[in-house]
């Protein structure tokens, strides 16, 4: 799992601040054109140079960052305290920090391994529940009429009988179909994309493999995969691990080189 913290960027930066600033400046005065400016733009800051607005997109920067380090925790139930991280600031910037340097790294770490951990266990209860719920839906899809089961353990449903060639796993096939999660969300369809998908069939996932071979050209068959025949423990953004997948296929030929049939 990759990291959420970038220790060593967060413990440089710190450094560097206090290296460049022991102690605060005294406030600029404002030069009544400067407040003039700032009134007619609603801006309460003037940048007289590049310097200064470079040194202003330096602290926007840090702040997105520190933001995003804060935020991004409490998504998994880890609350940091904006104000301490803001005091933290403070205290560097005024050459006290009541952390050194290497007290610091070993927070940091541990945040990050903490993170690490809890995200990791989420998502082990995920891909449970996905377990679960996909083996509770295949269970209750099997006793539907016309149901049939291979010895993996595939599931499918004849929706549009045909009599056509079956192709073979060495076989490139040309189809239509639409994926779905147990819950009807939908993750792929070549209906929407508005042109069939061709494949070589040995080059997909299990499911597909063994299933497209029980189809006649012309017919079109609803499969329900488990996740061993499918993505398994991999988690993506639209498959979570674990998942059952349901598919609508319709083969609509073997396409082993020929010409692409006219939809």
Not at 12 to 37: D, I, M, N, S, Y
Not at 109 to 125: P, S
Not at 156 to 179: F, L, R
Request: glycine share 6%; with cysteine.
């Amino acid at each position: 799992m990759k990291s959420m913290f970038k220790v060593s960027l967060l413990a440089a930066t710190v450094l560097l601040a206090v290296g460049c600033q022991k102690e605060e400046e005294p406030k600029a005065e404002v030069a009544p054109a400067a407040e003039q400016t700032q009134a007619e733009t609603g801006k309460t800051v003037h940048f007289k140079s590049d310097d200064d607005k470079s040194a202003y997109a330096i602290g926007v920067s840090f702040a997105n960052y520190l933001s995003t380090s804060i935020e991004k925790p409490s998504e998994i139930g880890i609350d940091l305290n904006k104000d301490l991280v803001l005091k933290g600031i403070e205290h560097v910037f005024a050459g006290n920090p009541e952390l050194n340097e290497e007290e610091t790294r070993a927070a940091l770490e541990a945040l990050d391994k903490r993170v690490a951990e809890t995200m990791q266990a989420q998502a082990a209860e995920k891909a449970a529940e996905a377990k679960k719920a996909g083996d509770d839906y295949r269970a209750d899809f099997e006793k539907q009429e016309g149901v049939n089961k291979t010895e993996t353990g595939l599931l499918y449903q004849v929706m549009t009988p045909a009599e056509g060639e079956q192709p073979k796993d060495t076989d490139t096939v040309q189809v239509h179909y639409k994926g779905t999660l147990i819950d009807g969300t939908q993750f792929d369809s070549s209906y929407d994309r508005g042109e069939p998908a061709t494949f070589p069939l040995n080059r997909v996932i299990p499911g597909w493999t063994e299933g497209v071979q029980l189809m006649p050209v012309g017919s079109k068959f609803k499969f329900v995969i488990p996740p061993e025949l499918a993505y398994g423990e991999q988690d993506t953004p639209t498959i979570p691990a674990n998942s059952t997948l349901v598919f609508e296929v319709e083969l609509l030929k073997i396409d082993n080189g020929t010409e692409t049939a006219t939809q």
